[in-house]
């Protein structure tokens, strides 16, 4: 799975992204600071089994701490988009179509209305932020249409030729934007399309341009920089003018400051949480105590966590609608042949089942698939199993 995370120039980006991945990226208040892609690791929180078995994990990937699992996910961070960017303005249209590996975005958009369209620094709450929401599905809808456009003259003159399956055809033609025959055909259905696809002007491409991208790119809208005076209100005006999307409070530089405390050892926080304690106070610097202080009441108390954490989660969890599986080889111990305790933790689409997780772990597992046991009850189940979130399983050949 990879999560792309979009947006205009200096609206946080880069900042969201090393404060998921820790990893060291240039951050700085101009335009277009991010010049090639950042790839990097970020992880989505799952409440971990092994409290309920009375057992401490070993995770091999990701890591566990107080009941919490991280599981890692890829995150993809590109270059700030601006109006035009379809058109090549800006970094151009390298960057939309290095998007197209993204199986979810995340918009970033800074909610304190403090840059302006360009991703230049303006004074707080002088530019409307809604705008930014609609010029980047605009942006993502004209990337769209350009693709669909690419040699479709040739493509449709052949299919009135050749009169094969509609969707079938449409499908294949696209096949560079994943999408499906059944996703073409309710597509067609839905706008009313006739069969004859030479009747289909460049306005009907454009409505399934827009009909394809909500359904292959869907969207977290991060509304950073909540931590600015003024910003609050921005996101509640917001929430009312956009109620059909899934818009999050968030502060990518206290997630950011919290992390980098922790990792000093200044502090105990869990990515996530709506507090931390300060473990090393003698070490701190009144600049540090007055950001942390901020961070506390400003941030925490206010909204319940910095919001970075719940992104991930959100766009993974209820917008994808994944779920988390523990695959173990011995259900008793739940261990693996290394008599590692619970050591993976799979992410799984939604109504997945037991065959899936099968081939999902080998392919020689896969085919020689007997039954699934679960781990809490030692039931048997079949390769129809729907798989539920946090189960923990063994595949048995």
């Not at 109006?83 to 197209?100: C, I, S, V, Y």
């Not at 809208?221 to 003018?241: M, P, S, T, V």
Request: aromatic share 8%.
């Amino acid at each position: 799975m990879k999560i792309g995370l979009v947006g205009k120039p200096n609206c946080g980006k880069s900042t969201f992204f090393k404060a998921s991945t820790l990893a060291e990226v240039a951050i700085a208040p101009y335009p277009f600071t991010t010049i090639a892609k950042n790839e990097g690791v970020g992880f989505v929180r799952v409440d971990c089994v092994d409290k309920e078995f009375n057992v401490k994990c070993n995770p091999r990937f990701g890591y566990c701490t107080d009941g919490k699992r991280f599981v890692p996910v890829e995150l993809l961070d590109v270059a700030g988009l601006v109006p035009g960017a379809h058109e090549g303005k800006g970094m151009g249209n390298q960057f939309l179509d290095e998007l197209n590996q993204a199986d979810i975005l995340i918009h970033i958009i800074d909610v304190a209305g403090s840059t302006n369209e360009n991703g230049q620094s303006v004074t707080p709450l002088s530019y409307n932020p809604a705008s930014d929401i609609i010029f980047l599905e605009r942006e993502l809808d004209m990337w769209y249409l350009r693709l669909i456009e690419k040699g479709w003259e040739r493509f449709a003159r052949s299919v009135n030729q050749e009169k094969p399956e509609l969707g079938k055809a449409v499908a294949k033609q696209l096949s560079s934007l994943r999408v499906t025959d059944k996703l073409i055909d309710d597509v067609i259905e839905k706008l009313g399309l006739g069969q004859n696809i030479m009747k289909w002007s460049r306005d009907v491409l454009l409505k399934i341009a827009t009909e394809l991208r909500i359904v292959t790119k869907p969207m977290v809208i991060a509304c950073n920089k909540i931590d600015i005076k003024g910003a609050y209100e921005n996101f509640e005006r917001l929430r009312q003018e956009f109620p059909e999307y899934l818009l999050v409070a968030c502060s990518a530089d206290s997630e950011l400051a919290l992390r980098e405390a922790t990792k000093h050892g200044l502090i105990s926080y869990i990515p996530g949480d709506s507090k931390f304690e300060i473990v090393n106070e003698e070490k701190l610097i009144n600049k540090q105590k007055n950001a942390l202080n901020f961070i506390k009441t400003e941030v925490l108390e206010k909204l319940g966590s910095t919001g970075a954490q719940r992104v991930l989660d959100i766009a993974v969890f209820e917008l994808l609608k994944y779920i988390a599986v523990y695959p173990v080889e011995n259900e008793n111990k739940l261990s693996d042949s290394q008599n590692r305790i619970l050591p993976d933790i799979y992410l799984m689409p939604h109504n997945s089942n037991a065959l899936d997780l099968a081939f999902k772990l080998h392919t020689d597992i896969g085919n020689k698939f007997n039954c699934a046991i679960d781990a809490k009850n030692k039931k048997r189940l079949g390769r129809d199993y729907i798989i539920k979130n946090r189960d923990v399983l063994k595949i048995q050949k």
